[in-house]
């Protein structure tokens, strides 16, 4: 039996799974697909609970965190190719011009 | 079958807003047909787009003007953020172009993106419906994303870009998932709606829900202030971005973070109250501490006022924690005097480096009231600010940010802060030490101080001065600001 339990006990598990994913993947591209991963469990949670709710908000909130997810990987991709010009690598252990 | 009203549109509830976004697309219109040594004259354009948008900041002060079924509010608090973020951006803008000449990074997109950012800040003080925060958030940090990645040939800005972004998104996330528990256990978005759901059901109260849903969208705001122990982004972010980018998010995203914060937690989530200030209380004396502690050890100015801009965030957040009249006047009043210190430091450091800024370490300023006693002395000026040192803006914020936390009874909170800024007063002299009492090893013939510089100078020191010395106007506005 699915109950809207189910779906936020998913959403809560890939949000973990997304979050164990950035902090232990090495590549950017990989870290970004794990902070998309993340975004849509978030969207689950919302769609879930609008569902349980009654109520539209949470479906609304999902197109706009769609729409600024879209943006961001135009922006975090165009970024990597920056720096993939002059490094000729996107792993994390390459970002170390600068250490304190 | 739900049918969605169509809600009624104010448009004057976003006007500041519209103006700037209208502006930048121009801008970026215009872009594309002027040739590269033409760029400064965007930064003028732009210039006239704040100038518009501060016009109507000012005109609307007093008149609250709510919009878009409740999604936008635009009072005295808003409004005051705003003329912090159009300051930021307008100081910002009379830096960038003697910079971005320099260091041949010369793109017209500058403008417009900083325009953008700056919208999305005023979105984020002015938003009460958390959809609208987050929107203001994301258009704010994608802009950010670019400009601090803007100098595209230099590895340290391109990884100061790539850092700033996967952190960011990173961060977004935990403050969305937030959102989304505190909408599950609210059945609303929109901050007054959740205060009064919270109110009626008291229940509530004990939710580890909605408990969860506050802890996560800390975390998310905390990350955009640079509050310990989510700064570690700050230092590389702010060392490798492009100098006047560096200054412009020092601090007008910080004061957009501190708005949203503010809003979200004083209107939305006073019921935990008690809750919150203990989180925060801990928050704040690490993010001052370890702020200051790591400062002492940074030889390159730029990363210094890094960890000091992490400093400062912490001495505001002894007046979130206080969340008395006093504290928070005090927060938007410290802001505000921020913004023209760390503008008029950061100006500084843009005149005194050369191209690709090999010279940036605090030796480099050496001996630079020999060569040019006025620019030392302004950059003393801004510095005694910063340590905050009587009559400067920097004294008086903290004074009423130290004062809310001992009238709210957070005394040991208050003698730490002190002691804190004690402790930074070593590393702000030593760049004076080095100005006043080492020969000068270089002669600064590269330095010139052009006509926006001085501009750009005198206004932040005058406002440094003028806050410092005559502070009451402005905090009345500011306590009259945090009525929300």
């Keep these: ?100 | 079958m739900e049918t969605i009203a169509i809600p009624a549109v104010n448009l004057a509830a976003i006007m500041p807003e519209t103006v700037l976004s209208v502006v930048g697309m121009i801008l970026l219109l215009i872009n594309v047909f002027l040739p590269t040594e033409k760029k400064a004259y965007l930064g003028y354009l732009s210039l006239i787009g704040i100038a518009v948008s501060l016009f109507y900041t000012m005109n609307g002060w007093g008149t609250p003007q709510e919009g878009f079924n409740g999604s936008v509010l635009l009072d005295n608090f808003s409004h005051f953020f705003n003329v912090i973020f159009l300051l930021c951006s307008a100081l910002t803008i009379l830096i960038a172009d003697q910079y971005v000449q320099r260091e041949e990074c010369n793109h017209g997109e500058l403008y417009p993106l900083i325009l953008f950012a700056t919208t999305g800040m005023m979105f984020m003080a002015s938003g009460t419906d958390l959809m609208t925060i987050f929107l203001g958030l994301e258009v704010l940090s994608i802009a950010l994303y670019i400009l601090a990645g803007f100098a595209r040939n230099n590895v340290k800005s391109n990884e100061a870009g790539l850092k700033y972004f996967l952190l960011g998104a990173f961060s977004t996330c935990f403050l969305l998932y937030g959102m989304a528990l505190t909408y599950g256990a609210t059945g609303t978005t929109k901050i007054a709606g959740i205060a009064q759901f919270i109110a009626q059901n008291s229940i509530l109260s004990k939710n580890p829900i909605l408990l969860v849903g506050m802890l996560l969208m800390a975390v998310g705001f905390s990350f955009k202030i640079a509050a310990a122990p989510f700064h570690m982004w700050t230092p590389d972010v702010y060392e490798g971005a492009p100098t006047p980018i560096t200054a412009f998010m020092s601090a007008g995203p910080k004061a957009a973070g501190f708005a949203a914060f503010l809003r979200v937690f004083l209107v939305a989530l006073p019921m935990f109250k008690a809750e919150w200030t203990s989180l925060l209380w801990a928050l704040a004396v690490l993010t001052m501490t370890f702020g200051n502690i790591t400062a002492i050890y940074q030889n390159n100015i730029k990363r210094m006022l890094a960890y000091s801009s992490i400093a400062h965030a912490g001495y505001a957040l002894v007046g979130f924690v206080a969340a008395n009249e006093v504290g928070v006047a005090g927060i938007l009043f410290y802001l505000l005097s921020y913004t023209f210190m760390n503008l008029g430091a950061f100006a500084i450091i843009i005149l005194v480096g050369k191209k690709g800024e090999p010279n940036n370490n605090v030796s480099d300023y050496a001996g630079l009231s020999v060569k040019h006693p006025a620019l030392a002395l302004a950059m003393s000026v801004f510095l005694f600010s910063l340590m905050g040192i009587p009559p400067t803006a920097g004294f008086v914020g903290k004074f009423y940010l130290f004062s809310g936390a001992i009238k709210s009874g957070y005394i040991w909170l208050a003698i730490i802060g002190v002691l804190n800024s004690a402790a930074s007063v070593y590393y702000y002299l030593r760049v004076m030490v080095f100005m006043y009492m080492k020969a000068p090893e270089e002669d600064f013939a590269w330095l010139k101080v052009t006509p926006a510089f001085f501009v750009t100078v005198v206004i932040a020191i005058a406002g440094v001065l003028v806050l410092g010395v005559a502070p009451q106007y402005f905090l009345k506005l500011a306590q009259i600001a945090v009525m929300i």
């Design chain 1, 1 to 100: 039996m699915l109950t809207h339990h189910s779906y936020l006990i998913l959403s809560a598990i890939l949000f973990s799974l997304g979050a164990l994913g950035v902090l232990i993947r090495r590549n950017a591209i990989i870290i970004f697909m794990c902070i998309e991963m993340m975004l849509n469990s978030v969207n689950l949670a919302f769609v879930s609970l609008s569902k349980y709710l009654g109520n539209i908000d949470g479906q609304i909130f999902v197109f706009f965190i769609m729409t600024v997810a879209a943006a961001e990987a135009a922006v975090g991709l165009a970024l990597m190719i920056a720096f993939y010009n002059n490094r000729e690598s996107v792993e994390v252990e390459d970002l170390n011009v600068m250490k304190w």
